[in-house]
């Protein structure tokens, strides 16, 4: 959209004109169709997820079918919930100035120049709870949907390997209803063309994935949501020094799928070889995504390489009521490369 037009939209047609776009384009779904619970490998099974030395790979896995998928890493920056509530979700794992600030009381058109240093940057709290995104309050209830704030708009920093004109993205939020999103989005310091997206979102995924870079949605999550359990993946977390500051680093790990499984870790209380299915009834299990997390391995300074955590394991409960123990045996593969985590896990039985 040209500037002109954009202005005009903006000015003169508030949210009665999208809104009504949104209302038009959301579409129905049918029921989806009941299915068996898969068949479920027993006995102790192992894995390796070659996610490589560049961590160029993310890769699912689903523990009832052993299906694993991968695909590239870092092909999205923004991406919307698909049900639930809606909220937006940014890529933080990018690099580490990747994140979004809020400017309030300004207009979209208006904004053409910002000063870095005086900016609230935020990114995404990996536990995945709303509250805790970067953009939490994008979207505000009516009885009629949900709707960004007039004028409230939101900077994103895509990082320093960006040029100036394409590092600095702003957004401001106009609507999500039915499932549709619709957000109006430009370059900070190119005010040559500004864009009017709108996103449809399918309820069988989590999300719905945006580039700016190629200026449409991209297949991040490769499996619909009931078929993945965990992603290994690349993300951010804020961790605490020695001295107990805290420092954003970019880190690999696996986060869990909270629309399938539910996850607890266990440290020393029981062995792995001795959790039994009436152990894993009485765990408190939660839905966060980085329960699994980083920290099932540590990095050894002396010997310059990653190490597993001893008597650290993790015990899944599945949407199935399938009930699963996990630890991790390796970080390395045969060749000495880091990137290629080794999972081992058993089904549990009464």
Request: glycine residues 8%; proline residues 4%; charged residues 20%.
């Amino acid at each position: 959209m040209y500037f002109n037009f954009v202005k005009v939209l903006r000015t003169t047609f508030p949210y009665l004109f999208l809104s009504g776009l949104a209302l038009l384009f959301a579409g129905c779904h049918k029921d989806e169709p009941l299915y068996e619970n898969p068949s479920v490998a027993e006995g102790l099974q192992t894995q390796v997820f070659e996610m490589g030395e560049s961590y160029s790979q993310q890769l699912y896995f689903d523990f009832e079918s052993q299906q694993v998928g991968s695909t590239a890493f870092g092909k999205w920056d923004i991406a919307v919930a698909c049900n639930g509530t809606p909220h937006v979700i940014i890529c933080g794992g990018k690099n580490v100035q990747f994140s979004a600030a809020k400017i309030e009381g300004v207009e979209f058109l208006d904004l053409h120049e910002i000063d870095r240093k005086t900016l609230n940057w935020r990114f995404d709290h990996p536990s995945g709870k709303i509250d805790s995104t970067a953009m939490c309050d994008a979207f505000e209830s009516t009885p009629d949907g949900y709707y960004g704030k007039p004028n409230d708009v939101y900077i994103m920093d895509l990082g320093a390997d960006s040029s100036l004109d394409r590092r600095y993205v702003k957004i401001q939020f106009l609507n999500a209803i039915g499932g549709m999103y619709q957000f109006l989005w430009g370059y900070v310091y190119d005010s040559s063309q500004y864009y009017i997206t709108k996103i449809q979102t399918k309820p069988e995924y989590n999300y719905a994935y945006y580039s700016f870079d190629k200026k449409k949605l991209v297949q991040n999550e490769i499996f619909e949501s009931k078929n993945w359990d965990v992603v290994f993946t690349t993300y951010k977390e804020g961790i605490p020094d020695a001295n107990g500051l805290i420092y954003d680093y970019i880190i690999r790990g696996a986060l869990i799928n909270p629309n399938k499984i539910s996850v607890v870790q266990i440290d020393n209380s029981i062995p792995f070889n001795a959790f039994t299915y009436s152990d894993a009834l009485q765990q408190p299990y939660n839905k966060n995504w980085n329960e699994i997390g980083y920290d099932w391995k540590e990095y050894d300074q002396t010997a310059g390489r990653y190490t597993i955590v001893p008597d650290r394991y993790y015990v899944l409960k599945t949407k199935n009521g399938n009930y699963f123990k996990m630890r991790f045996v390796d970080f390395y593969d045969d060749q000495g490369r880091k990137g290629f985590p080794k999972m081992a896990w058993e089904l549990l039985k009464p």
